[in-house]
């Protein structure tokens, strides 16, 4: 995370945790999805974590999301949470009700949805204020823009050149947006630049970028996963390194299922092992661990160690991602090839790559599982047990390679 200067001018952000996101189509809210080895809310946090002048970041939460968040923020230093209301109107008025600052403090407004803000952008947004009381980015329309008509056909054609797309972070002086709230708490503002508007407060508009993206659709999702690997990459100098990993484990005891990708699926035996016999999760542990170079899964839980007896391998699994990023390192695939006669795989692939996608917090699109058979050669073959192997590619700083 770089630290940028805001000139000496501190400033404290109110981040607008509170939406559910139906939009996404996705069971978990927007802003706790995973998003380039992280999440869209830790991304967003840490943003401005990186501004030497930051004074207080007050994120707002549904009360629903409350373990959600505990998980993904941990460890950073904000202020508590506090919960939001009804709109995103409410949920701002909430906190702005909850800081302790005095009427010429800089306070911004930021969507938790915008994790790809430039902090540069932040820089040029706060220093504003030496000579304005509200500002904001926006985003020049290119497209052409058109009224409906009766709602069925096209209308007048609008300029363009007047025309903003507006973003967050937006800023006031905390009093100025404070009793604008309270003066206007029963109406309906879509933003903050609306609400200090209607007192005939001035906006100063600072131009930013379509890459300062709002995450409300899958496609926007990836879309920021594209923006932060451009922006990491440019920061850094990345190369992309690749690990192998092969793992086999023989049927044991009869039993009604077995481990397999960090599920248990149906068959007629168990597998042998020390720990829980994932074949799946150990192949991909071991080629995590070889894109860095740091052994293998026997080297660092060695199964004569009473400790990994039973142990579930998605622990094992997160231990290997822990140590590619601690040396600056973001898993960008994992394609894992499971061979075996029984049991079928094909109806449990895809709940294989969400489970494994959510034990290291990755889009799911970065998992790839696949099966085959040996045509009944070799011990596959003979239902003798089960085997995987898996290549892993991760980005790392060219500094963590020497």
């Known amino acids: 995370m770089s630290v940028i200067d805001t000139k000496n001018r501190e400033f404290s952000v109110i981040i607008v945790a509170a939406g559910t996101g139906t939009r996404m189509n996705s069971d978990i809210p927007k802003q706790f999805l995973p998003l380039h080895g992280k999440t869209v809310l830790r991304h967003t946090i840490e943003n401005f974590l990186g501004c030497t002048e930051i004074r207080n970041i007050q994120v707002v939460i549904n009360p629903d999301h409350l373990p959600l968040y505990d998980k993904v923020t941990k460890g950073l230093d904000i202020l508590p949470p506090i919960y939001g209301g009804a709109t995103r109107q409410e949920s701002v008025f909430n906190a702005l009700q909850s800081l302790p600052l005095e009427d010429h403090d800089i306070i911004l407004v930021h969507d938790a949805a915008r994790p790809c803000t430039s902090h540069d952008k932040i820089c040029e947004l706060v220093s504003a204020f030496a000579t304005h009381q509200a500002a904001t980015l926006a985003a020049p329309i290119t497209e052409t823009i058109r009224l409906k008509q009766d709602n069925l056909y096209l209308g007048e054609t609008l300029d363009r050149d007047q025309l903003l797309s507006m973003q967050t972070p937006q800023g006031f002086h905390f009093g100025i947006l404070k009793s604008s709230h309270e003066k206007h708490r029963h109406e309906n503002f879509t933003d903050d630049t609306a609400i200090v508007a209607a007192d005939n407060i001035k906006v100063l508009t600072i131009l930013s970028s379509k890459d300062n993206i709002k995450i409300t659709t899958a496609e926007d999702l990836d879309m920021a996963e594209y923006i932060l690997s451009k922006s990491y990459s440019e920061q850094q100098n990345h190369i992309i390194k690749t690990g ?21 699926v149906p068959h007629t035996h168990r597998a042998e092992g020390h720990s829980d016999a994932d074949v799946v999760l150990h192949a991909i542990t071991d080629a995590l661990f070889g894109t860095i170079a740091d052994g293998d899964i026997g080297s660092h839980f060695p199964p004569h160690d009473p400790a990994n007896k039973g142990k579930d391998s998605s622990y094992f699994l997160q231990e290997a991602q822990k140590a590619i990023t601690a040396k600056g390192g973001i898993i960008n695939h994992i394609d894992t090839t499971i061979i075996c006669e029984a049991p079928k795989i094909g109806p449990h692939r895809e709940a294989m790559r969400n489970r494994i996608a959510e034990i290291l917090n990755l889009p799911v699109s970065r998992i790839s599982i696949k099966a085959t058979t040996t045509e009944q050669l070799g011990f596959t073959g003979r239902r003798e047990g089960i085997a995987a192997q898996s290549i892993a590619t991760i980005s790392i700083p060219e500094t963590e390679t020497k």
């Open 244 to 264: 192998s990993g092969f793992d086999v484990h023989a049927f044991g005891d009869p039993a009604p299922s077995i481990r397999i990708g960090g599920l248990d």
